[in-house]
């Protein structure tokens, strides 16, 4: 994977990047993860001071983003499923 020099302010994602560099620097963390997946699949993973146990942390907060994701990604049919339940019980 080469680096081509570039102007990283154009880049698409450069100020949710700044925005996410301020509030980390305000929760003045003791460990730090980036994730990032390129267009071919390839996953990076980097951590600043984290051992196992930071580690696990992030892995959960993220598991729990997915879990979040799928929920409101299938509201409508969760709505429904629970809706169809409560009428078979009545």
């Keep these: 994977m080469a680096y081509t020099e570039q102007d990283i302010s ?17 929760v003045s963390p003791k460990s730090i993860c980036i994730a990032a997946t390129a ?10 001071n984290a051992d196992a146990q930071d580690k696990a942390v992030f892995s959960h907060h993220i ?11 299938n509201a409508d049919m969760i709505k429904s499923i629970l809706s169809e339940a409560g009428d078979e019980q009545e």
Aim: charged fraction near 20%; avoid cysteine; proline fraction near 3%.
């Design 10 to 26: 154009k880049l698409p994602y450069a100020a949710w990047l700044e925005e996410a560099i301020e509030t980390v620097v305000g």
């Design 39 to 48: 267009h071919d699949g390839t996953t990076f993973t980097g951590y600043y």
């Design 63 to 73: 598991q729990s983003d997915v879990t979040m994701d799928i929920i409101r990604n």
